[in-house]
């Protein structure tokens, strides 16, 4: 994907803001789409060469005069923390906003909306694309209910489309690999009740969700975004630990479930992930090691019910 004029909508969120400096290298036009509450996140996205809009997807009118002759859309707008305590803001960011997207960018070759693996309900080996999604909490609910917006819309008005299913990105900022590291430095016992997860380093992650233009369709493609392997939690702590000099403490009783996804078609289609979950967590615990960053977006891995 060089080349191309490209909205981000959801730029300054916790993957878009990576999103859209990957795009902007790769010499795409990139545009913006976000509120912009934080001082300085303007700023910052208009120095990598970012065209910003500040708009507030949750007002029905929000798109309203944002050009809409864009070659690609990427959906990475959403709320999930926080969910519960208002559900009305939670269906209008996570159900709505995907409906009005897809309405006003329904010209472009192709949308690529980031849902989530939690769609799925648990399970011991993971489930694939052509599983049932039955949603175990609010927050899941909205996020299929969005899914259900994109295949609406691009049924209607022909726009190709594919629906990413993302489990579990991670890099030194953030994800289940760097929020256990930080548990480990602060002392604090590993939950082993999820004892389970699949990851993908975060460069891996913004390549396929990128490459995944290519197999846009309608109605849309779905794929599971995530590491090829179902990865142990315990083993993850203790490799984390040797190389922290740290020895980690644990708690909790194992489940036989967690949320897991197979993503067989990813790689067949876009390939496989290029860094090994060993290289990963090196650079994760050198960074948590060194304070490079704050607890900026705890992943809550460990919740198994509620957001």
């Given at each position: 994907?060089?080349?191309?004029?490209?909205?981000?909508?959801?730029?300054?969120?916790?993957?878009?803001?990576?999103?859209?400096?990957?795009?902007?290298?790769?010499?795409?036009?990139?545009?913006?789409?976000?509120?912009?509450?934080?001082?300085?996140?303007?700023?910052?996205l208009e120095e990598l060469g970012v065209k910003t809009h500040r708009v507030?997807?949750?007002?029905?009118?929000?798109?309203?005069?944002?050009?809409?002759?864009?070659?690609?859309?990427?959906?990475?707008?959403?709320?999930?923390?926080?969910?519960?305590?208002?559900?009305?803001?939670?269906?209008?960011?996570?159900?709505?906003?995907?409906?009005?997207?897809?309405?006003?960018?329904?010209?472009?070759?192709?949308?690529?909306?980031?849902?989530?693996?939690?769609?799925?309900?648990?399970?011991?080996?993971?489930?694939?694309?052509?599983?049932?999604?039955?949603?175990?909490?609010?927050?899941?609910?909205?996020?299929?209910?969005?899914?259900?917006?994109?295949?609406?819309?691009?049924?209607?008005?022909?726009?190709?489309?594919?629906?990413?299913?993302?489990?579990?990105?991670?890099?030194?900022?953030?994800?289940?690999?760097?929020?256990?590291?930080?548990?480990?430095?602060?002392?604090?016992?590993?939950d082993l009740t999820t004892s389970y997860v699949n990851v993908i380093w975060?460069?891996?992650?913004?390549?396929?969700?990128?490459?995944?233009?290519?197999?846009?369709?309608?109605?849309?493609?779905?794929?599971?975004?995530?590491?090829?392997?179902?990865?142990?939690?315990?083993?993850?702590?203790?490799?984390?630990?040797?190389?922290?000099?740290?020895?980690?403490?644990?708690?909790?009783?194992?489940?036989?479930?967690?949320?897991?996804?197979?993503?067989?078609?990813?790689?067949?289609?876009?390939?496989?992930?290029?860094?090994?979950?060993?290289?990963?967590?090196?650079?994760?615990?050198?960074?948590?090691?060194?304070?490079?960053?704050?607890?900026?977006?705890?992943?809550?891995?460990?919740?198994?019910?509620?957001?």
């Amino acid at each position: 994907m060089k080349g191309q004029r490209i909205m981000v909508v959801g730029a300054t969120g916790k993957i878009g803001k990576h999103l859209v400096r990957r795009l902007v290298e790769a010499g795409n036009e990139v545009h913006g789409i976000a509120r912009f509450g934080t001082p300085g996140q303007r700023e910052a996205l208009e120095e990598l060469g970012v065209k910003t809009h500040r708009v507030d997807l949750a007002a029905v009118e929000a798109l309203e005069g944002t050009p809409a002759d864009f070659d690609y859309v990427f959906l990475e707008a959403g709320l999930k923390f926080g969910s519960e305590s208002d559900p009305e803001y939670t269906v209008e960011m996570n159900v709505r906003v995907p409906g009005r997207v897809m309405e006003h960018f329904a010209a472009v070759k192709g949308v690529l909306y980031a849902s989530s693996g939690n769609v799925y309900p648990d399970s011991v080996e993971g489930l694939s694309e052509q599983d049932m999604p039955l949603p175990p909490s609010f927050y899941a609910m909205t996020r299929l209910g969005g899914e259900w917006m994109v295949q609406y819309f691009s049924r209607k008005n022909g726009t190709p489309a594919v629906i990413q299913r993302i489990f579990y990105g991670y890099h030194e900022e953030f994800g289940v690999p760097t929020d256990i590291a930080r548990q480990i430095r602060d002392g604090e016992p590993i939950d082993l009740t999820t004892s389970y997860v699949n990851v993908i380093w975060l460069d891996d992650l913004l390549d396929m969700m990128i490459a995944s233009g290519e197999v846009c369709s309608s109605p849309p493609r779905i794929l599971n975004l995530t590491g090829l392997e179902k990865v142990s939690v315990r083993a993850i702590a203790e490799r984390l630990g040797e190389l922290m000099g740290i020895e980690p403490q644990f708690t909790g009783e194992p489940q036989e479930t967690a949320l897991l996804g197979k993503a067989d078609e990813m790689a067949r289609l876009l390939g496989k992930p290029k860094t090994s979950l060993d290289e990963g967590l090196r650079r994760v615990a050198k960074s948590v090691m060194a304070g490079e960053f704050a607890l900026d977006h705890p992943t809550k891995w460990e919740r198994r019910t509620g957001f």
